[in-house]
C-alpha cells in the first residue's frame, strides 16, 4: 500500500495564495488544520439568523466587547476559521494588524441550517484544542443553542442545549442575559 504524504499550509502561505490569484477573492474558504476548505453556501436561513443575532449581541455588548461577522480568527500557524460571530476583546485599531487570536476571544457562534454536524465534530474540536473558552452552535431549524465550555485537549468538557425561551449568559459576562429568542429571527 501506497502512503500519500498530505502537505499542510500554514497561514502565510494561505494568504499568498489570495495575493497571488490561486485562490480568487471571491471564493469562500478557510484554512482548517493546514487544510483549505470550501465554506457552505449561506441560505437565507443562515444569513438571517447571522444578522439577528450579531445585531442582538452588539447591543447588548456594547462598549464591553467588540462583535465582529464572518471575519477571521487566528487560532494557530495552521488554522484561520471564519466563524459566524465572534465575540472578542475591544481593540482601539480594530485588529487592523492581526486577527484575534484565542486570548483574545470571548466566545465563539457558528449558525448551522445544513451544517450542524460539521460544526459539532470539526468545528468544536478545533475551538477547544485553541482554548476557545466559550462556543456556541445556534441551530436555525431547531432554533436552540448548542453550548460548549471548558475546552480540553481535543473536546470540550461541557457540553448542553438550551431551547428557544431560555437566557444564558457568557462565561466572560456573567451578568449580561442573553436571550435565546432574540437571536433567531
Known amino acids: ?100 487570536a484565542p486570548n483574545e476571544v470571548f466566545t465563539l457562534i457558528e449558525v448551522a441550517d445544513t451544517t450542524l454536524e460539521t460544526d459539532r465534530k470539526q468545528k468544536a474540536p478545533l475551538y477547544a484544542k485553541a482554548g476557545i473558552i466559550e462556543y456556541w452552535i445556534l441551530d436555525v431549524n431547531q432554533r436552540q443553542v448548542y453550548v460548549f465550555r471548558e475546552p480540553g485537549l481535543e473536546v470540550y468538557n461541557q457540553e448542553f442545549i438550551l431551547k428557544e425561551n431560555a437566557t444564558l449568559s457568557l462565561i466572560a459576562f456573567p451578568e449580561i442575559e442573553v436571550q435565546i429568542s432574540q437571536m433567531f429571527p
Not at 474558504?29 to 449581541?57: F, R, W
Not at 447591543?59 to 466587547?65: G, K, N, S, T, Y
Request: glycine fraction near 2%.
Open 1 to 100: 500500500m501506497t502512503q500519500t504524504r498530505v502537505r499542510l499550509w500554514n497561514i502565510d502561505e494561505y494568504h499568498r495564495m489570495f495575493e497571488t490569484g490561486i485562490i480568487a477573492a471571491y471564493e469562500r474558504v478557510e484554512l482548517i488544520e493546514g487544510q483549505v476548505i470550501p465554506m457552505s453556501a449561506k441560505n437565507p436561513p443562515h444569513a438571517a439568523t447571522t444578522l439577528c443575532a450579531s445585531d442582538y449581541l452588539k447591543r447588548l455588548l456594547v462598549e464591553v466587547a467588540l462583535v465582529r461577522v464572518q471575519d477571521p480568527i487566528r487560532l494557530s500557524q495552521y488554522s484561520e476559521p471564519e466563524p459566524d460571530i465572534a465575540v472578542v476583546h475591544i481593540n482601539p485599531r480594530k485588529y487592523i494588524d492581526h486577527h484575534p
